[in-house]
Nanobody, 114 residues
């Protein structure tokens, strides 16, 4: 089983990034997919989630209107489009698959700084 995140990096406030998480080794379409983040010195928090079919989404209040989660079950991939990034979005972002088991990716660093 693997969840491999990509797309992180260093951007300035107001810019955008698109994170991807490629899954393998399990039935991707049977799992709810979520993005979490963990900033230095803080607890990991859920940022967004998407249902198995992609027809229902959840967002933390702090990212509503700026982030969009989506999935492509044909490609076994979940995405997080992040717009109008703020310094407080700086964190390591993790992909999570929740179902009969719980899987985590290794994380990708997002740094928002001028």
């Amino acid at each position: 089983v693997q969840l491999v995140e990509s797309g992180g990096g260093l951007v300035q406030p107001g810019e955008s990034l698109r994170l991807s998480c490629a899954a393998s080794g399990f039935t991707f379409s049977s799992y709810t997919m979520r993005w979490y983040r963990q900033a230095a010195g803080k607890e990991r928090e859920q940022v967004a989630g998407v249902s198995r079919a992609g027809d229902s989404t959840y967002y933390a209040d702090s990212v509503k209107g700026r982030f969009t989660i989506s999935r492509d079950n044909a490609k076994d991939t979940v995405y997080l489009q992040m717009n109008n990034l703020k310094s407080e979005d700086t964190a390591v972002y993790y992909c999570n698959a929740a179902g009969s088991r719980n899987y985590w990716g290794q994380g990708t660093q997002v740094t928002v700084s001028s």
